[in-house]
């Protein structure tokens, strides 16, 4: 069962039918060797796979995200950043990373983070002289932190598919996500002592207190959500509107960014992204229930059982699977599938599955920026102008911090166990 439905997932890729069509082809071949196909279940549960309160969080974050865009609340954060930390040797990449965590509390989306820093930062950096291929690597790099602090769209994605509470997720991310954050920040510390461009003049007191009271709207979003989530307040379904209804009002009426002729585009944007991440959510869950009546997670267990009385054997075993997929493919539709097949393996060792969830989210996101699949990488192409095979050797070096965070968190649980009892 585990070679039917990987063999014709893989090989529908490898066709070049999208992902949704892939997932539906995997899962009725499955009916088909079980000699129970009807095409009355396969639209029953491609149904209930989109009918789940948690995913009505998604159309409103993407909403939120493509607001803030539009409204000027990306700028502002970025202006904020460059108040901050402009003036240092390197000052542009650190600004860089600052500003995709502080935007990462805000869109959810490492494609919609790096999209709206890419396009203000990367023509910065090439003005002053920057190396193109480090400085699209570094901004490609620090994108792939906004789907780990929370909110977060794949951890949502992880949370209905595994049952588990995300707000846990929510609140469990934000430690990690800072650390891939810091440990960019050394990376980039080392890379940039041999830059010589000019560097600009350090802000006054006063210029920087005026950039914290233009991006004050901007920066009360994440204080709002994560805590309205840990207060108890609203849940992370609920957040997603508080946010969409905040930066539409900040960007209509607070900076004036925002038009309402511009309204109609925005809405459109928001509508395309979540029917695909919709309808690739649905098609899993069919794949997802009939990977659970072929008993695909017994037959995995059966393999890898012996593996059961290590957890960290497990964990590391786990992980190295998770970076090959997270080659071949992209984030959302990783997490769907190998959610259901992998969780009873992680209960039967022991391990937390809010835990095991945070760290499958940061692991596939590293390969958001790994040739040939990585969606972010293609969108720092795209901006920059350079190839896929220039960008990768811009970016090797931060893909090196991105695993040696990760190996962390494997082998040292508690960074993201602790916190969390800690928040909860």
Not at 19 to 34: C, D, N, Q, R, T
Not at 155 to 163: D, K, N, P, S
Not at 171 to 188: R, S
């Amino acid at each position: 069962m585990i070679g039917v439905f990987l063999g014709s997932l893989f090989g529908s890729l490898a066709l070049g039918v999208p992902i949704a069509f892939a997932l539906l082809a995997s899962g009725v071949m499955l009916m088909f060797v079980m000699g129970t196909f009807d095409s009355q279940i396969v639209a029953q549960n491609l149904i209930n796979g989109a009918n789940n309160f948690s995913l009505m969080a998604i159309p409103f974050f993407v909403l939120a995200g493509e607001l803030m865009n539009a409204g000027g609340i990306s700028k502002r954060i970025v202006d904020f950043s460059m108040a901050l930390v402009g003036h240092i040797r390197g000052g542009l990449g650190f600004v860089a990373i600052i500003a995709s965590i502080l935007f990462a509390g805000l869109s959810g989306s490492a494609v919609a983070d790096t999209a709206a820093l890419g396009a203000i930062l990367i023509p910065m950096m090439i003005a002053k002289g920057y190396n193109v291929n480090t400085s699209t690597g570094i901004i490609c790099a620090s994108g792939i932190i906004a789907p780990v602090i929370p909110p977060s769209i794949p951890m949502i994605l992880f949370g209905v598919t595994a049952g588990v509470s995300i707000t846990d997720l929510f609140m469990g991310g934000i430690i990690p996500g800072v650390m891939m954050g810091v440990g960019l920040m050394i990376g980039w510390f080392f890379m940039s002592r041999k830059d010589t461009s000019e560097l600009p003049p350090r802000k006054s007191a006063k210029e920087i207190w005026k950039a914290v009271q233009q991006a004050s709207f901007a920066l009360m979003l994440p204080v709002i959500i994560i805590g309205g989530l840990r207060g108890g307040v609203f849940t992370p379904t609920e957040a997603a509107v508080v946010a969409a209804f905040y930066a539409l009002f900040v960007g209509l009426f607070i900076y004036r960014e925002l038009k309402l002729d511009e309204l109609y585009q925005v809405l459109i944007a928001s509508a395309k992204t979540t029917s695909v991440v919709m309808f690739v959510a649905a098609a899993a869950m069919v794949s997802a229930w009939l990977i659970t009546v072929a008993n695909v997670p017994a037959e995995m267990a059966g393999y890898m059982g012996s593996l059961v009385n290590s957890p960290l054997l497990l964990m590391v075993v786990i992980m190295i699977f998770l970076l090959l997929i997270g080659l071949v493919m992209d984030l959302t539709p990783a997490i769907l599938i190998f959610t259901p097949v992998l969780l009873p393996l992680v209960k039967m060792a022991g391990i937390d599955p809010v835990y095991f969830g945070i760290v499958m989210v940061i692991n596939l996101c590293i390969g958001l920026i790994t040739p040939p699949v990585g969606t972010v990488l293609y969108v720092g192409c795209g901006i920059s102008k350079i190839s896929l095979a220039d960008l990768t050797k811009g970016i090797w070096p931060f893909l090196v911090v991105h695993a040696i965070v990760l190996a962390l968190l494997i082998l040292f649980p508690e960074i993201i166990t602790v916190p969390l009892e800690w928040l909860n």
